[in-house]
């Protein structure tokens, strides 16, 4: 399976001048814990819940404070015709949960984002699954 058949394909930017509050309540409205951040259609960073939790209220921020002192601007990817084995492996080396997909090596175009949540709702394989339960057994 890649990467391609299970990812959210290429969610809106929140734009890196957006407030805390703003993506804060994108994510509520979305389901999702991961937000990209834009500016000017080209990605710069992406927020987690984590961020908002960690940088934003430990570090004393306000909900009105702009997106962009929170974010991460060290982008983890993948890409899209990458094999899901190796994205899962990826993920637990890193300790994250999600990853930006690009479209390919050379141009390096933000196509989307894919989940541990993304490959387990699409998981056929019993192999498969547990990867997904032992790479999620790095957040707990």
Known sequence: MKVQEVMTAKPEYLQADAT???AAIRMMEHD????????????????????????G???GKTPDDAVSSVMS???LYC????????VLENMKQQAVQR????NNEKD????????ISDIADH???PALAQRIVDCCRVYH
């Not at 991961?34 to 940088?55: H, Q, S, W, Y």
């Not at 890409?79 to 190796?86: A, E, G, H, V, Y």
């Not at 990853?99 to 690009?102: E, R, S, T």
């Open 108 to 115: 390096k175009e933000f196509v989307g984002i894919v989940a």
């Open 99 to 102: 990853l930006v997909v690009l």
């Open 79 to 86: 890409f899209q015709d990458q094999d899901i084995n190796d």
């Open 20 to 22: 805390i509050r703003e």
């Open 123 to 125: 998981c056929k394989d």
């Open 32 to 55: 999702r814990g991961f937000e990209p951040i834009g500016d000017d259609n080209k990605l710069v960073g992406v927020i987690t819940d984590r961020d908002l939790a960690l940088r």
């Open 57 to 59: 209220m430990a570090d």
């Open 73 to 75: 601007g060290t982008l």
